[in-house]
């Protein structure tokens, strides 16, 4: 009973394999409402195994995961949206012919009620929903993620850094209560990531989100998280706050093995 | 005050006809096709009525296939079925045609659904493959059924009239043809602005993902089978009113390819590439025969002239393949640009 309030989302023992592979190891975890969660580890730890198994896109063997005391096991993949859960990828999933208005509104799909006869005529209802959209997109979340020059552009022919901006966007129109984000800052120079940070941490505050972040830039993730999840191998080898990851021993120790490089990398 | 000019713009952003230049262009567009048939003669009229049927059904086809990216080659089976319905209900139920037409929409809307089942497991030229079997199900019944679709005598259809008036002339028949097309088109280009057509090309393009935006993949396939059916169903219940006859041969399943060449070469996931698309299968045949007829005259040419239509039309099509993979659409588009920038195209 406890935990079921402490918690917003609850990872229980979740295993899964490919072939002989171990991806995840019975990772038990959970994420407070609120909190900036963030999941760290070496290449291959599982990290993002985990998310998709979250949105059902992988089945784990075993387990449990709970979204406000709900099971999400048994849900399809496309019931996860309406819950208020979104992502974004590692190797952005965006619909690449599309305009960034066109992919930021299909974002907000659940929310929208015409379907295939009004949409179709375009009147009365289904033209003012049109609109409240666009008004919504464009005040709200196009505005905070200062991509106004884009709107028009096709995905396609953006660079990577603005493409993973324009997947947050799209993540943002499904108005989650919970934020999955794997590696938003990848490929990005110095600048860029730190607008990418100050972004999550608007959208943590002002919108209330969870987050969930994978990241690699240690920097950021020791700065905005509430509490950071240290997988390897499969496994969690750690969990609390950013100063007593920063000092296990653990996490030190598996990182990088080399102790001075990894303090540094750590940051510490 | 800025708040209001903001809203200003959004509304003006999300009209299909954005400046006043392109609204005027438009009603005198409209007022030329509604003067047209007084000035053009019965064989031109009867080949722009082939031409209005044929943007209907491949408004459908491209709905379905350059959308949703579901490829089908069952769609002169989904014709067949408006076709038939619509004759059966004239004439042995006694409905009046305007009647029928949305009843055949609605007969091959059903059966589009159950034969886009498959397309929840399967994709691409498997998915093709299916619908292939729908147009060799349909052919099959169109033929044996003989209680119902007559077999191979066929179904003779009266012309369809309005409070005494009837619609027996190409010319007047036009005007049927003219306003389904008008709507057709008006819908289909609704359609993929809002949330149902934007599910569907996010389908296209990246399914997983659209999973993710909540869109429910099962559903949306069907929805997209059904609304192409549905345009299949009406071009061939217009068909059957204007031909006024059905036979099981006029709906092979090289008519579905013809449909799939349509919009590939007007341009998939266009509507206007429907439009373009659809002129060009039907005029270009007709252009073609001229050509040839004239040529064949000269008797040492007549044994290799009279298979050079089919010859000329095929090349055409793997030209655009070629050169043109987005098709006319795109072709068009950028003539447009070159004009409107001329002569700082460069
Ligand atoms: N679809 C799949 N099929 C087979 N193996 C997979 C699949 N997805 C992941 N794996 C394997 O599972 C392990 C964990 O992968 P995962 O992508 O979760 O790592 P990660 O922690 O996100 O790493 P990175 O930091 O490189 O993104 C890896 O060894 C990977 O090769
Ligand atoms: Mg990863």
């Not at chain 1, 490929?187 to 969870?210: Q, S, Y």
């Not at chain 2, 089919?310 to 987005?326: K, M």
């Amino acid at each position: 009973m406890e935990g079921r309030e402490k918690y917003q989302l609850k990872i229980e023992d979740i295993h899964l394999s490919f072939g002989g592979l171990k991806a995840l190891n019975g990772v038990t975890t959970g994420v407070r409402s609120g909190e900036i969660f963030s999941i760290i580890g070496p290449n291959g730890a599982g990290k993002t195994c985990l998310l998709n198994c979250i949105n059902r896109f992988y089945h784990p063997e075993k387990g449990k995961t709970l979204f406000e005391g709900q099971d999400l096991s048994r849900l399809k993949a496309h019931k996860i949206a309406s819950l208020g859960i979104a992502r974004t990828f590692q190797n952005v999933e965006l619909f690449g012919h599309m305009t960034v208005l066109d992919n930021i509104k299909l974002g907000a799909h659940i929310h929208m009620k015409s379907g295939s006869i009004s949409g179709g005529i375009y009147y009365g209802k289904t033209r003012r929903e049109e609109m409240a959209l666009r008004e919504h997109i464009e005040e709200e979340i196009i505005d905070l993620l200062e991509i106004e020059q884009i709107r028009k552009k096709t995905v396609h022919t953006l660079p990577y850094g603005l493409q993973k901006r324009v997947e947050l966007a799209r993540a943002l129109a499904m108005r989650p209560k919970i934020l999955l984000l794997d590696e938003p800052a990848t490929g990005m120079n110095l600048e860029e990531t730190e607008d990418i940070a100050r972004f999550i941490l608007d959208i943590n505050e002002e919108w209330g989100v969870t987050i969930i972040l994978i990241e690699h830039d240690m920097g950021v993730v020791m700065d905005i998280s509430d509490r950071i999840c240290v997988l390897d191998f499969g496994q969690k080898i750690a969990e609390g706050e950013p100063e007593e990851i920063r000092h296990n021993e653990h996490v030190i120790r598996a990182y990088l093995g080399e102790e001075d490089v990894t303090y540094s990398r750590l940051g510490a | 005050m800025r708040c209001g000019d903001f809203k200003d713009t959004y509304v003006r952003d999300e009209a299909i006809f954005q400046s006043v230049f392109v609204k005027v262009w438009l009603a005198l567009f409209l007022v030329c096709l509604l003067i047209f048939p007084f000035l053009a003669n019965e064989y031109v009229l009867y080949i722009v009525n082939l031409i209005g049927i044929a943007i209907i059904g491949a408004h459908g086809l491209n709905l379905l296939t350059g959308f949703t990216g579901q490829i089908s080659l069952g769609h002169a089976a989904f014709i067949g079925v408006g076709a038939y319905t619509s004759a059966i209900l004239i004439t042995r139920v006694g409905i009046p045609f305007w009647w029928s037409v949305p009843m055949a929409g609605i007969m091959s809307a059903f059966v589009g659904v159950i034969i886009g089942i498959p397309s929840l497991r399967i994709k691409g030229l498997y998915l093709a493959i299916a619908t292939i079997a729908a147009q060799f199900i349909f052919e099959y019944v169109f033929m044996t059924w003989e209680s119902m679709t007559r077999g191979i005598r066929g179904i003779n259809v009266p012309d369809p009239e309005l409070f005494g008036f009837r619609f027996d002339t190409e010319r007047k028949f036009y005007f049927i043809t003219l306003f389904f097309v008008v709507v057709g088109t008006l819908y289909a280009r609704n359609l993929i602005r809002t949330r149902v057509g934007r599910a569907f090309i996010a389908i296209r393009d990246r399914d997983l993902a659209a999973e993710l935006m909540g869109i429910n993949l099962f559903r949306y396939k069907l929805t997209s089978f059904a609304i192409s059916s549905f345009y299949a169903g009406v071009a061939g219940s217009l068909w059957v009113s204007f031909m006024n006859i059905v036979t099981p041969e006029h709906f092979p399943l090289s008519l579905s390819i013809e449909y799939l060449a349509m919009v590939i070469v007007g341009g998939l996931g266009s509507v206007l590439g429907s439009i373009y698309g659809a002129i060009f299968m039907v005029l270009v045949p007709e252009i073609l025969r001229f050509g040839t007829d004239f040529i064949k005259d000269i008797p040492a040419f007549q044994h290799i002239f009279a298979p050079l239509r089919e010859v000329v039309f095929g090349a055409l099509i793997v030209f655009f393949l070629i050169f043109e993979p987005r098709g006319l659409a795109e072709l068009w588009r950028r003539m447009k640009n070159f004009f409107l920038l001329w002569p700082f195209s460069y």
